[in-house]
């Protein structure tokens, strides 16, 4: 995973190519068409809080969180300059428990796919999991290994790599092959995973 001091240097070196300030299309697209309905969320890896930002316009009251102190700062600003609610948190997603757990549905645009192991993956998993009601959504785009590429982009995952990672903890609603809204020269391919939360007798939040 990187680190924190790498994602500032990418901001501060203008680097950060993920960071358009677009709202993802994807994410869009399935707030429009699925049964996702304005409630309490979580986004994880937010950011600069572009796509947190627009949920809460829709009605979602949101609660998003990033590594990097200096993506938060400009995401505090962004929010008070629209006058938006959104709460905004500097935290390591896997080592902390996000305030206001158990959330009804968890977005993460390209967080996820940055866990190099296998074990790394099924903990990320495991913690949104954890993050959320039983029965809740988790919608996340992972950088897709169906796409050969020569330049760097984001971390390449398999179809197989996502489903041994978020069993047993979520059933698999829909996943397609999609692409990465970004600045650089060749888009990059993402899969669109939209996933529910099973229903487990060892809830460890109940």
């Not at 039983?134 to 197989?160: E, F, H, T």
Request: with cysteine; hydrophobic share 40%; proline share 5%.
């Amino acid at each position: 995973m990187v680190g924190e001091t790498n994602w500032k240097e990418c901001y501060l070196s203008g680097q950060a190519r993920w960071d358009t300030g677009r709202r993802d299309f994807n994410l869009v697209k399935m707030v429009k068409k699925t049964p996702i309905r304005p409630c309490r969320m979580l986004e994880v890896g937010c950011g600069t809080g572009t796509n947190a930002l627009w949920l809460e316009k829709q009605g979602f009251s949101v609660t998003a969180v990033d590594v990097t102190a200096m993506a938060i700062e400009r995401a505090k600003i962004k929010a008070n300059k629209a006058r938006l609610k959104c709460r905004f948190f500097v935290a390591d997603f896997l080592k902390q428990k996000i305030k206001g757990r158990p959330f009804n549905f968890i977005f993460d645009r390209g967080c996820f796919h940055h866990f190099e192991s296998a074990k790394e993956r099924a903990k990320f998993a495991k913690n949104v999991a954890l993050h959320l009601k039983d029965k809740a959504i988790w919608l996340s785009l992972i950088g897709s290994k169906d796409q050969a590429r020569q330049i760097p982009g984001p971390p390449l995952r398999s179809v197989k790599e996502i489903a041994l990672a978020v069993e047993p903890h979520f059933e698999i609603l829909s996943l397609y092959s999609s692409w990465f809204d970004s600045d650089m020269p060749l888009r990059p391919k993402c899969w669109v995973c939209l996933m529910r939360k099973r229903k487990l007798l060892d809830n460890p939040l109940r």
